[in-house]
């Protein structure tokens, strides 16, 4: 699927951010998908993972609200989240 005629990635990367930025603070509110089913399922994965990944560092790559991240805290050593939208993770640190 192409984006309409005129419009780049970087105008869709700017769109993004914007929409992340202005929901940054009440991201985990109006997403609705996290529970702690959904934590506890991430978590076993994450330890998995763990088992397979010698260095014990975690990247998360559009980390929005930290979810990711806050799943692996005690399982991985290191964890560093990257968003397009610097909001979301100052609102999240």
Same mark, same amino acid.
């Given at each position: ?5 005129? =419009? ?29 089913? &959904? ?6 994965r &994450?330890? @998995? ?11 998360? &790559? ?12 005690? =399982?991985? @050593?290191?964890? =560093? ?6 909001? =979301?993770l100052?609102?999240?640190?």
């Amino acid at each position: 699927m192409s984006a309409p005629s005129g =419009i780049t990635a970087t105008d869709v990367t700017a769109a993004n951010r914007r929409l992340y930025d202005a929901m940054a603070l009440n991201y985990e509110q109006m997403d609705g998908r996290r529970s702690p089913a &959904l934590a506890a399922w991430l978590r076993t994965r &994450l330890m @998995d993972l763990r088992r397979r990944t010698p260095n014990g560092r975690m990247l998360d &790559l559009g980390a929005g609200s930290g979810f990711v991240s806050r799943c692996a805290k005690g =399982i991985f @050593d290191r964890r =560093i989240g990257m968003d397009v939208s610097s909001q =979301i993770l100052e609102a999240n640190r």
